[in-house]
């Protein structure tokens, strides 16, 4: 019954509010030693995937997942990919389409689902870069991602991939849309949605045929998913999108272990993200829930300036080899 009920974070003093753990990270924390090696990629449609590629002449690769409008530069995908150089692993930042400075070929973009292109990513590292041991992390879309990849792969998962790790993740994207949408998320929402518009304004210059102009009628990441997302991937509009990608409908599936890490006082995720009861019936599932931590927080001051889900991660990942 893997339910960590016992999870070791605590909170600094004073950094206790869980808007102040989602925040601050982003806009102060700086994460220095890592220098990326970039690597190109096809894909089975005719686009490409950027790598960067941390090494230190492994033989085993962390994948990480970066999260909504992110990439391989932040600092929670730097702090994570030095947490394991650290111990001995290459870390590999996927950057997903058009999220590496340069738009992507294809009218199609990334979104929480696309688990074809991390597949793409881990064959690539075992049949071309020839890893032997691969494990996968992500955050956030990236951690949601992860999850249903190692879901739906289920019994089927390359052997080279032995376990997964998601941190802040939005199991169910509807539960979770619920929350960002409300007054109190206001800033995190319109943040992402300001980016998000302006690289699609980049992406109908290539496409101009098949996107749609209408950016006025865009007040809300629901509307750009019934906009744009869904249109371009294939779904029927936000809620097709959000209940047809959810790694909650897939997660029970997996046949490697996964540890999913959501902070009780996350403040974009809904009660539906916290998968107790799936976990509570399987041998694989971890579910681990800190007190405090807030969306991709969990600031921890210490030496080595590695956070507590940096050490944590590859704590469950090293344990579960």
Same mark, same amino acid.
């Given at each position: 019954?893997?339910?960590?009920?016992?999870?070791?974070?605590?909170?600094?003093?004073?950094?206790?509010?869980?808007?102040?753990?989602?925040?601050?990270?982003?806009?102060?924390?700086?994460?220095?030693?890592?220098?990326?090696?970039?690597?190109?990629?096809?894909?089975?449609?005719?686009?490409?995937? /950027? +790598?960067?590629? #941390?090494? @230190? !002449?492994? *033989?085993?690769?962390?994948?990480?997942?970066?999260?909504?409008?992110?990439? &391989?530069?932040?600092?929670?995908?730097?702090?994570?990919?030095?947490?394991?150089?650290?111990?001995?692993?290459?870390?590999?930042?996927?950057?997903?389409?058009?999220?590496?400075?340069?738009?992507?070929?294809?009218?199609?973009?990334?979104?929480?689902?696309?688990?074809?292109?991390?597949?793409?990513?881990?064959?690539?590292?075992?049949?071309?870069?020839?890893?032997?041991?691969?494990?996968?992390?992500?955050?956030?879309?990236?951690?949601?991602?992860?999850?249903?990849?190692?879901?739906?792969?289920?019994?089927?998962?390359?052997?080279?991939?032995?376990?997964?790790?998601?941190?802040?993740?939005?199991? /169910? +994207?509807?539960? #979770?849309? @619920? !929350?960002? *949408?409300?007054?109190?998320?206001?800033?995190?929402?319109?943040?992402?949605? &300001?980016?998000?518009?302006?690289?699609?304004?980049?992406?109908?210059?290539?496409?101009?045929?098949?996107?749609?102009?209408?950016?006025?009628?865009?007040?809300?990441?629901?509307?750009?998913?019934?906009?744009?997302?869904?249109?371009?991937?294939?779904?029927?509009?936000?809620?097709?999108?959000?209940?047809?990608?959810?790694?909650?409908?897939?997660?029970?599936?997996?046949?490697?272990?996964?540890?999913?890490?959501?902070?009780?006082?996350?403040?974009?995720?809904?009660?539906?993200?916290?998968?107790?009861?799936?976990?509570?019936?399987?041998?694989?599932?971890?579910?681990?829930?800190?007190?405090?931590?807030?969306?991709?927080?969990?600031?921890?001051?210490?030496?080595?300036?590695?956070?507590?889900?940096?050490?944590?991660?590859?704590?469950?990942?090293?344990?579960?080899?």
């Amino acid at each position: 019954m893997p339910v960590i009920s016992n999870s070791t974070y605590k909170a600094p003093f004073l950094l206790g509010n869980n808007h102040l753990q989602t925040i601050l990270p982003t806009l102060f924390r700086k994460v220095k030693g890592i220098r990326y090696l970039r690597e190109r990629i096809d894909t089975p449609d005719g686009d490409f995937i /950027d +790598l960067d590629i #941390s090494p @230190v !002449e492994a *033989h085993r690769a962390v994948i990480l997942s970066h999260g909504l409008e992110g990439k &391989s530069g932040r600092a929670y995908m730097k702090g994570m990919a030095k947490a394991f150089n650290r111990r001995g692993w290459d870390a590999v930042s996927f950057n997903f389409r058009g999220c590496s400075g340069e738009m992507n070929r294809t009218s199609a973009t990334y979104h929480s689902g696309r688990t074809e292109d991390l597949h793409t990513v881990v064959q690539y590292l075992i049949n071309i870069k020839n890893y032997k041991t691969v494990t996968l992390v992500g955050f956030s879309l990236g951690a949601n991602l992860t999850l249903k990849y190692a879901g739906e792969m289920g019994g089927t998962i390359p052997a080279e991939v032995k376990c997964a790790v998601g941190i802040s993740s939005p199991c /169910d +994207l509807i539960s #979770s849309a @619920v !929350e960002i *949408h409300k007054m109190k998320n206001i800033i995190y929402s319109k943040r992402f949605l &300001s980016t998000l518009v302006e690289k699609m304004k980049k992406k109908e210059h290539l496409h101009p045929a098949g996107i749609s102009r209408d950016y006025k009628s865009i007040r809300t990441l629901k509307d750009f998913d019934d906009k744009f997302t869904a249109p371009l991937n294939g779904f029927i509009d936000a809620m097709d999108y959000w209940g047809r990608c959810s790694s909650a409908r897939y997660i029970a599936g997996t046949a490697i272990p996964v540890l999913i890490l959501n902070s009780k006082d996350d403040p974009i995720l809904g009660e539906e993200c916290f998968p107790y009861e799936t976990a509570a019936s399987s041998e694989k599932l971890f579910l681990e829930v800190p007190e405090k931590g807030g969306h991709m927080g969990f600031i921890t001051f210490n030496k080595n300036g590695e956070y507590w889900h940096e050490t944590r991660t590859v704590e469950f990942i090293e344990q579960h080899l």
